[in-house]
């Protein structure tokens, strides 16, 4: 694997965070909506699922040839935003607009506490794939000075 290869998987997880956080933040944003946009009803929370990206067919020519890498994945993407099934919260509160007959009104399923959690847990793989591509970036910048 080149140094340029380790740059595109850094940089693919930088994405993948990205994105990943960019839903947190809807997430967080929606916390109260009791309306959604489309499909009606309560807001209904946002994940991302990740998956491994497969190499270019430069990578894996590369990688046949050296038999050094193998078969690895070359980084990671994003392939879809599914919405998490978890029931509604029902609230008591019979002066909403949007209560039903009993006086409940559903929630959207957005937990605060979770969404934090999952906001440090991305926030820490974003910076740790920050880090990777600095330190490759070194890398190539010190092959540079040699002499």
Do not use: C, W
């Amino acid at each position: 694997m080149g140094l340029n290869q380790a740059i595109e998987i850094s940089v693919s997880g930088i994405e993948a965070q990205r994105r990943t956080m960019e839903l947190i933040a809807s997430n967080l944003a929606n916390i109260n909506t009791t309306r959604a946009a489309f499909g009606g009803g309560p807001y209904r929370r946002k994940i991302s699922v990740l998956a491994e990206k497969t190499l270019s067919f430069a990578g894996e020519l590369s990688a046949a040839e050296s038999r050094l890498y193998g078969g690895a994945a070359g980084g990671v993407e994003v392939v879809d935003i599914v919405e998490d099934q978890t029931p509604f919260q029902k609230v008591y509160n019979p002066g909403h607009p949007d209560a039903d007959a009993q006086g409940y009104v559903s929630m959207p399923n957005v937990n605060l506490s979770n969404e934090m959690v999952d906001m440090i847990y991305v926030s820490k793989l974003y910076d740790a794939n920050i880090t990777a591509f600095n330190a490759t970036k070194k890398m190539m910048q010190d092959t540079l000075t040699l002499q």
